[in-house]
């Protein structure tokens, strides 16, 4: 698909992607509106492994033990203790739903954020987490080594108990010395190797592996009380200003997409119209380039005082006529006056206006001009501006033979249609010789040329043909038969493309008094078309 068919796509039909932008939009804040107002709370959690040698072997790399302490903070076991610890209405979904985890770029610190629709409820979510997570961490060190706690525990138990025994053997064995202490010649009492050396073994032995045991019991206690590095470093604050609405990125998502399905739709509407979307193929059908393309303009719509005085007309529009007239005037092989015919491709095309228009930017620019209604079906330039009849007159060179209505430019008169016989039409070889050589500028207002039939009288003795196209609406199917039944003659045709817009049918009839004594406000009687 060319970038300029949908370029143009877009300029015709842009009211669809902005009508159905205006609708995603719409539909999105329906959407992602918030019941309520959130508040967000924020602690923070120092993770760290332990760095004790009994402790069970911590993987090296930080980053991979902050993701597994994440992934122990969002588990359920922790969410349903954190419910059971708030209590109310709680519950694991709740708080889950609430939480997230996120690990601050090249730290150790885990962000354990809450958001709820109470601030209240935030800062105790988020609190009752850290709180939860850093508990759960001791209870499950204390789990890990207490098993070997209990054994070194009941072994040591049983250690004592055996000294216990063994040593009561030993005063068993040492009670006869004992008892001749007060004597005067006692004998010595002997070592204990000596009075039993099987139990003198068994007690070294047991107190040897006692104080073994209780090294291992000291060093797993210690490190129970050591194993738990992580801290809370920032604790949850009552937040005070609310959020605002974070679906407000989705809002805006939605209405882009509706947006560029109007671009879609807009690109096939404009696919399969039936009229013509690229000025290029006027002009490659006519085989002409395009001569002028003449704006939307105030002084263009409603009736044809406007067209006719171009009182605050845009620059824009006077520069195309300019550029209109221009090519008119520096036409070749053209001699006296020249016989411009504007015509419209269909009905509504503006032919009238233009017509009008450029007649008066003729007088304007110093031309003396005609501007002569030749249109039966919508005779405005008759109606609007008292233009006096002349179909019924048959010879334009004598000094009587037809009169004229007056304008407000004084280079500019009109001639017009007689109602009461449309059919004998103008006299082609009578207007030539009777206007040609009094005049610079005849401009002829066709109406439509496909059912003109002045336009055919009338085609021998035009000059040129200003032919005009609606803006955005000229069938394709028109345009073909346009170029088709006037290709005889497209060596004569100036195409121009006309943002004028419709305007209504003039009635057939004058609406008061006769049409012969119709003139433009200010404007003299009719006079002869030699006094001029």
Same mark, same amino acid.
């Given at each position: 698909?060319?970038?300029?068919?949908?370029?143009?796509?877009?300029?015709?039909?842009?009211?669809?992607?902005?009508?159905?932008?205006?609708?995603?939009?719409?539909?999105?804040?329906?959407?992602?509106?918030?019941?309520?107002?959130?508040?967000?709370?924020?602690?923070?959690?120092?993770?760290?492994?332990?760095?004790?040698?009994?402790?069970?072997?911590?993987?090296?790399?930080?980053?991979?033990?902050?993701?597994?302490?994440?992934?122990?903070?969002?588990?359920?076991?922790?969410? /349903?203790?954190?419910?059971?610890?708030?209590?109310?209405?709680?519950?694991?979904?709740?708080?889950?739903?609430?939480?997230?985890?996120?690990?601050?770029? @090249?730290?150790?610190?885990?962000?354990?954020?809450?958001?709820?629709?109470?601030?209240?409820?935030?800062?105790?979510?988020?609190?009752?987490?850290?709180?939860?997570?850093?508990?759960?961490? @001791?209870?499950?060190?204390?789990?890990?080594?207490?098993?070997?706690?209990?054994?070194?525990?009941?072994?040591?138990?049983?250690?004592?108990?055996?000294?216990?025994?063994?040593?009561?053997?030993?005063?068993?064995?040492?009670?006869?010395?004992?008892?001749?202490?007060?004597?005067?010649?006692?004998?010595?009492?002997?070592?204990? @190797?000596?009075?039993?050396?099987?139990?003198?073994?068994?007690?070294?032995?047991?107190?040897? @592996?006692?104080?073994?045991?209780?090294?291992?019991?000291?060093?797993?206690?210690?490190?129970?009380?050591?194993?738990?590095?992580?801290?809370?470093?920032?604790?949850?604050?009552?937040?005070?200003?609310?959020?605002?609405?974070?679906?407000?990125?989705?809002?805006?998502?939605?209405?882009?997409?509706?947006?560029?399905?109007?671009?879609?739709?807009?690109?096939?509407?404009?696919?399969?119209?039936?009229?013509?979307?690229?000025?290029?193929?006027?002009?490659?059908?006519?085989?002409?380039?395009?001569?002028?393309?003449?704006?939307?303009?105030?002084?263009?719509?409603?009736?044809?005082?406007?067209?006719?005085?171009? /009182?605050?007309?845009?620059?824009?529009?006077?520069?195309?006529?300019?550029?209109?007239?221009?090519?008119?005037?520096?036409?070749?092989?053209?001699?006296?006056?020249?016989?411009?015919?504007?015509?419209?491709?269909?009905?509504?095309?503006?032919?009238?206006?233009?017509?009008?228009?450029?007649?008066?930017?003729?007088?304007?620019?110093?031309?003396?001009?005609?501007?002569?209604?030749?249109?039966?079906?919508?005779?405005?330039?008759?109606?609007?501006?008292?233009?006096?009849? &002349?179909?019924?007159?048959?010879?334009?060179?004598?000094?009587?033979?037809?009169?004229?209505?007056?304008?407000?430019?004084?280079?500019?008169?009109?001639?017009?249609?007689?109602?009461?016989?449309?059919?004998?039409?103008?006299?082609?070889?009578?207007?030539?010789?009777?206007?040609?050589?009094?005049?610079?500028?005849?401009?002829?207002?066709?109406?439509? &040329?496909?059912?003109?039939?002045?336009?055919?009288?009338? &085609?021998?003795?035009?000059?040129?043909?200003?032919?005009?196209?609606?803006?955005?609406?000229?069938?394709?199917?028109?345009?073909?038969?346009?170029?088709?039944?006037?290709?005889?003659?497209?060596?004569?045709?100036?195409?121009?493309?006309?943002?004028?817009?419709?305007?209504?049918?003039?009635?057939?009839?004058?609406?008061?008094?006769?049409?012969?004594?119709?003139?433009?406000?200010?404007?003299?009687?009719?006079?002869?078309?030699?006094?001029?």
């Amino acid at each position: 698909m060319e970038l300029r068919f949908v370029t143009l796509a877009l300029k015709r039909l842009w009211w669809i992607p902005v009508i159905l932008g205006l609708v995603g939009l719409f539909a999105g804040g329906r959407l992602t509106a918030s019941d309520g107002t959130e508040f967000r709370t924020t602690a923070l959690v120092l993770v760290q492994p332990s760095d004790d040698s009994v402790s069970p072997a911590q993987t090296n790399q930080p980053d991979r033990f902050v993701a597994s302490q994440i992934s122990l903070l969002e588990s359920n076991q922790i969410s /349903e203790l954190v419910a059971a610890r708030l209590g109310g209405d709680e519950t694991s979904l709740t708080v889950a739903r609430s939480l997230e985890f996120a690990q601050r770029e @090249e730290s150790d610190v885990v962000e354990i954020t809450a958001t709820t629709s109470q601030a209240a409820r935030s800062q105790a979510i988020a609190q009752t987490t850290a709180d939860v997570y850093l508990n759960e961490l @001791e209870r499950r060190v204390e789990n890990l080594f207490a098993a070997e706690l209990n054994e070194l525990g009941d072994k040591l138990s049983l250690i004592d108990e055996s000294l216990i025994e063994v040593n009561e053997r030993l005063a068993v064995a040492a009670e006869p010395f004992l008892d001749q202490l007060g004597d005067e010649s006692p004998i010595p009492v002997p070592s204990i @190797e000596v009075l039993d050396p099987a139990a003198a073994t068994e007690r070294s032995t047991l107190l040897a @592996e006692r104080a073994t045991t209780r090294t291992r019991l000291d060093a797993l206690n210690l490190a129970t009380a050591n194993a738990v590095n992580s801290e809370l470093i920032q604790p949850a604050e009552l937040p005070d200003q609310p959020l605002a609405n974070g679906l407000a990125p989705l809002r805006y998502a939605i209405a882009i997409v509706f947006a560029l399905l109007g671009v879609a739709a807009a690109l096939i509407v404009t696919r399969f119209s039936s009229t013509v979307i690229d000025e290029r193929d006027i002009e490659t059908e006519l085989r002409r380039p395009i001569e002028a393309r003449l704006p939307r303009s105030s002084s263009l719509s409603g009736n044809l005082s406007g067209a006719l005085s171009l /009182e605050g007309a845009d620059q824009d529009l006077v520069q195309a006529l300019d550029k209109l007239a221009s090519r008119i005037e520096l036409a070749t092989d053209i001699r006296g006056a020249r016989i411009i015919g504007v015509g419209g491709s269909q009905t509504h095309s503006g032919s009238t206006t233009i017509a009008t228009a450029l007649a008066a930017r003729f007088s304007q620019r110093g031309n003396r001009t005609v501007l002569v209604d030749a249109d039966a079906d919508d005779a405005r330039i008759t109606h609007e501006l008292g233009a006096p009849p &002349m179909l019924h007159r048959t010879d334009f060179e004598s000094a009587t033979a037809a009169d004229y209505g007056e304008t407000m430019h004084p280079n500019l008169i009109t001639l017009g249609i007689d109602q009461a016989d449309r059919t004998r039409r103008v006299r082609a070889s009578a207007l030539g010789r009777g206007l040609r050589s009094r005049t610079d500028i005849i401009v002829v207002d066709l109406g439509p &040329m496909l059912s003109s039939t002045s336009a055919s009288q009338l &085609m021998d003795e035009l000059d040129l043909i200003v032919l005009t196209f609606p803006k955005n609406r000229q069938p394709s199917s028109g345009l073909e038969q346009v170029a088709r039944t006037y290709s005889a003659v497209s060596d004569r045709i100036l195409p121009v493309i006309s943002d004028v817009p419709r305007s209504r049918r003039s009635d057939s009839t004058p609406k008061s008094g006769p049409l012969a004594n119709r003139t433009t406000s200010g404007a003299q009687p009719p006079r002869s078309i030699d006094a001029a």
